[in-house]
């Protein structure tokens, strides 16, 4: 009669008077400890092929997803991602007429978060833009290529972002991060034509 560990993990270890049997001694040591670590797949796909029948995820399981880097825990209905792995900071490129390094604050930049479990986009640095017309239009889109799919919002986000109050009325502008992936930033006119445009801090759920 196999006995269990010593933590209440539910781990059988073969008795002395069991019949001897190293093979299944191993396997069932090895299948026990395995689904109490962190177990590694390529992708979702991956995970889901493998954790079948009597390997079957149970609650408390946790996977990594080493195409996404990110880990996963299975919550006894569904899996829920509790945080991602080091995610780089990504410069966007921008539309005509802004530069880099608005305010010294260093180039615009986007990279994902995970937070409790949700996915997130983050933004960091500013953008330069050095003229605008005598009636500039009320709304401006800052960057020449679209956000990867990956990063984009499933619906519209909308949050305040700071400006120069320098040749400007206000000190905020609206930003819309759309589902398109390009950003949309309202609020100019021939009183608001700030020099420097801030994205620092700003996160928004995916």
Do not use: H
């Amino acid at each position: 009669m196999p006995i269990t560990d010593d933590y209440g993990q539910g781990i059988q270890i073969a008795a002395l008077t069991d019949q001897p049997d190293a093979g299944k001694l191993a396997k069932d040591i090895t299948n026990a400890l395995a689904q109490r670590g962190v177990l590694r797949f390529a992708s979702t796909s991956a995970r889901s092929a493998t954790l079948t029948g009597a390997a079957a995820p149970v609650e408390g399981m946790q996977t990594w997803l080493q195409d996404v880097n990110r880990l996963d825990v299975y919550d006894g209905t569904g899996w829920v991602a509790v945080s991602t792995g080091a995610s780089a900071w990504t410069t966007i490129l921008l539309a005509s007429g802004f530069t880099q390094n608005g305010n010294s604050n260093g180039n615009l930049q986007y990279r994902l978060l995970n937070i409790s479990g949700e996915e997130s986009l983050q933004f960091r640095g500013a953008v330069n833009r050095t003229s605008y017309p005598s009636s500039p239009p009320s709304s401006y889109v800052i960057n020449s290529t679209a956000l990867p799919s990956a990063v984009r919002p499933s619906t519209l986000r909308t949050v305040v972002i700071p400006c120069s109050d320098v040749s400007s009325d206000r000190i905020t502008l609206k930003l819309d991060v759309q589902t398109d992936g390009y950003l949309q930033v309202f609020g100019t006119g021939s009183s608001v034509k700030p020099p420097w445009i801030g994205f620092n801090g700003v996160i928004v759920s995916l």
